[in-house]
């Protein structure tokens, strides 16, 4: 059963009794500070939990995106290296908000697990806990479910405290707790392992796959336990591990959503050794990775992007380990939307967005990687010992940027440990010889005051002439900055725009006779522009008259984005509704990014739409005009403020397009006429966070290019496919629909081929001991035409053991069945786990049904010609 059709299942059945199927939320938790990712289904409904919010449902079911990878819950150190540890899952979840309570949740678990028609899984495989004072939850099990007492343990207080257990559930140190009950999976006895409870607990016999969360109690601040007035229902299930007991494998990396992603990382890296762990670090991250940054994250140096970072490079290492020292992440994400694109539209709306994302990363960290890992190998060359020491530690990240983490996952692999607290002493030593690593960064900090004040003239000119009024290098004030030497200046006046409400600082030169400073950032601190980067000829000193000139080509980029961006968001308004309000916005030469309170994605139609309507503005050709005002004047005239500026009691109010189309608050820089933006084009749209889309667009040059690109990919897929641009639906329409046909034709010839099998293969039965035994090889065949080829042959010859195994591609699918009325003599899972294991690979399965595989095809004749001998063996 594929993981989609488990996901699919669980939705159907809980919708099928009452629930109201939600979509999962985004991975960055909207309006709750103490999570650093969404981790678990119930996040999304913490609110409705604690009686904050009010819904119209009150059963709910959800499949939803988690991530585990940074603070209290982080599973990074152990991807790759363990069987059921992903950065990435998906939790299957249902619950009740003051309706249902354990009764009816233990028998929808129950029922969905075992029932014939849903999961179908024996009952005798499964065994239960509870919390060992919860004789309710143990009586439903007991009673009404009929699951045996050995099979249900009662779990105390494990963790040291009162109610500090496994089986016991806790939001917090107050409000809402309660006990709650897991299921197990028996994998069987020849998986080491016991129960939980055991000694053995921590072996992989046993493993949990779902676990009901009941929330019954309000804990007071001195441990006094309420009852809550209406008890409710949290309960999570792993997909990936219910779909590791579908599947019947034991590893989570065995299973469908694994599969694609492993064979992609294999191609992608050139590694041919698909047990290789590299390969699963890599499989699991590229999830982790395109989700995050669909979901609006993006790689930087701080909080959730760190984070995404991490896991990026993580897996770029990984890559270098196995040979590749090329770019190759950012193509899994293509294979990534083909296997979970159809369940997360979003996600392959997304795609270039990704994709654009990775590479920049990749690109980035290639050239820190190469030189790290040198530096690295040099180090452990001459180690003595297992631990590597704190400055060399230090070396790697401040010298060459590498991160300590990345180290630490190197070193584990050799058996080495790092010297943390010599780290940790070099990094104290450095902040107090720099204030901080970064000379643009950490010199513009809190701690900066600056009493100049700076007079912005950029609105009107590009260049100007100005006294300094101050200079600061490391964030102390000077008096003088020398060629080579990184600071800040000051000007009395300034054409420089400074870094506000989304748009970003400019960039140009100051200069006089004999001294030049690149300007390669411009922030604003209390009163004054500072004008961030580093002397490249001569020397700044205070009272110099110094030319300043903005980089016009630059500047004119971001005004046309600027003035874009206020036009496109009065379009959305237009098209959504009035409930579009920004929530963030990014503006700079090379494009604009804009995020808006919106609670469905905005379709292609929609996003056509909203092209005509700006460009139709454009051509327009109508005078920016800006007019100040007074706080309130400007709100009762109509103009919108924009998310994260600051007004002061005179704020500049900038009326846009044809019949006052646009009318904003902002301080930002624009054009003149909306003629003067020149074409405008939306590149992306997808989600940003819970309630919030995010749209990338391009104005101007870029507008264009990205027209005459587009304009370049339909005239070579046209040549591809020698036809005219204007004919290419039609002809896409013919070959999908050749494809189609071609595909049903393949599956007729291989339903054809397993029905001739029986008479085929008829020739080839062996008699062991008085058993019909047949083992063949099937060319041609896939795993569905092995099946059904095992169906009629068990029919025709009435009583056999059979296995049939078909090689396609480099990989072996194998089916073994055994008759009726032979499995108390023979296994069909057994016989499948001894040919596939000769064969480089696992299997398993039923008595008389099972499936297996494996990778060596020159093993496959040998492993044929042993079987009968196996047979006698076991006669």
Known sequence: MKSADIRQAFLD??????????????????DDPTLLFTNAGMNQFKDLFLGRDKRDYVRAA??????????????????????????????????????????????????FLTAPEWM????????????????????????????????????GDNKGAPYASDNFWTMGDTGPCGPCTEIFYDHGEEIWGGPPGSPEEDGDRFIEIWNLVFMQFDRQPDGEMNPLPKPSVDT?????????????????????????????????????DMEEKSLRVIADHIRSACFLICDGVIPSNEGRGYVLRRIIRRALRHGHKLGQDKPFFY????????????????????????????????EQFARTLAEGMKVFEAAVANLSGKVIPGDVVFALYDTHGFPVDLTNDVARERGLTLDMQGFEACMEQQRSRSRGADAFANTYNDRLQVEAVSDFSGYDRLAD????????????????????????????????????????????????????????????????????GVVEQGVIKLGDRLAAHVDEQRRHAIMRNHSATHLMHAALRQVLGEHVSQKGSLVNADY????????????????????????????????VATDLMDIDSARKAGAMALFGEKYDDQVRVLTMGANGFSKELCGGTHVARTG????????????????????????????????????????DSAALLKAAPDQLPQRLEQLVGRSRELEKEVDRLKQKLASGTGNDLSAQVQQVNGVKVLAAQLDGADGKTLRTAMDKLKDKLGSAVILLAAPEGDKISIVAGVTKDLTDRFNAGELVRHVSEQLGGKGGGRADMAQGGGTDLAALPKALEDIPGWIASKS
């Open 62 to 111: 959800s499949s939803q995106r988690c991530v585990r990878a940074g603070g209290k819950h982080n599973d990074l150190e152990n991807v790759g290296y363990t069987a059921r540890h992903h950065t990435f899952f998906e939790m299957l979840g249902n619950f009740s908000f003051g309706d249902y309570f354990k009764q009816d949740a233990i028998r929808f678990a129950w029922e």
């Open 331 to 362: 193509t899994l994400s293509k294979a990534l939307v083909a296997e979970m694109g159809k369940a997360y539209p979003e996600l392959a709306d997304a795609q270039a967005r990704i994709e654009k994302a990775l590479l920049a990363e990749e």
């Open 465 to 532: 002439m100005a006294e300094v009024v101050a200079l600061y290098r490391n964030g102390e004030a000077v008096q003088a900055l020398s060629a080579g030497e990184d600071g800040m200046v000051v000007l009395a006046k300034t054409p420089f725009y400074a870094e506000s409400g989304g748009q970003v600082g400019d960039t140009g030169v100051l200069t006089n006779d004999g001294s030049r400073f690149v300007v390669a950032d411009t922030r604003k601190r209390q009163q004054a522009h500072l004008h961030i």
């Open 676 to 715: 003067d933006i020149g074409l405008f084009r939306i590149i992306s749209e997808g989600a940003s966070s819970a309630g919030v889309r995010r749209i990338e667009a391009v104005a101007g040059e870029r507008a264009l290019a990205e027209v005459q690109r587009l304009s370049q990919l339909v005239s």
């Open 13 to 30: 059945y809980f919708a099928k009794h009452g629930h109201t199927v939600v979509a999962s939320s985004s991975l960055v938790p909207h």
């Open 120 to 155: 179908n899984i024996p009952k005798e495989k499964l065994m239960v806990t509870v919390y060992a004072s919860d004789d309710e939850a143990f009586n439903i099990w007991a009673n009404d479910m009929g699951v045996p007492h050995e099979r249900i343990v009662r779990i």
């Open 236 to 272: 999570g299930m792993g997909l990936e591990r219910i779909a590791a007991v579908m599947q019947h494998v034991h590893s989570n990396y065995e299973i469908d959503l694994f599969q694609a992603l492993l064979k992609a990382a294999a191609q992608a890296t050139g590694c041919k």
């Open 592 to 623: 604009l990014r804009f995020d808006f309170s919106h609670g469905a994605a905005v379709t292609t139609g929609q996003i056509a739409e909203i092209e005509m309507i700006v460009n139709r503005q454009i051509l327009a050709n109508a005078a």
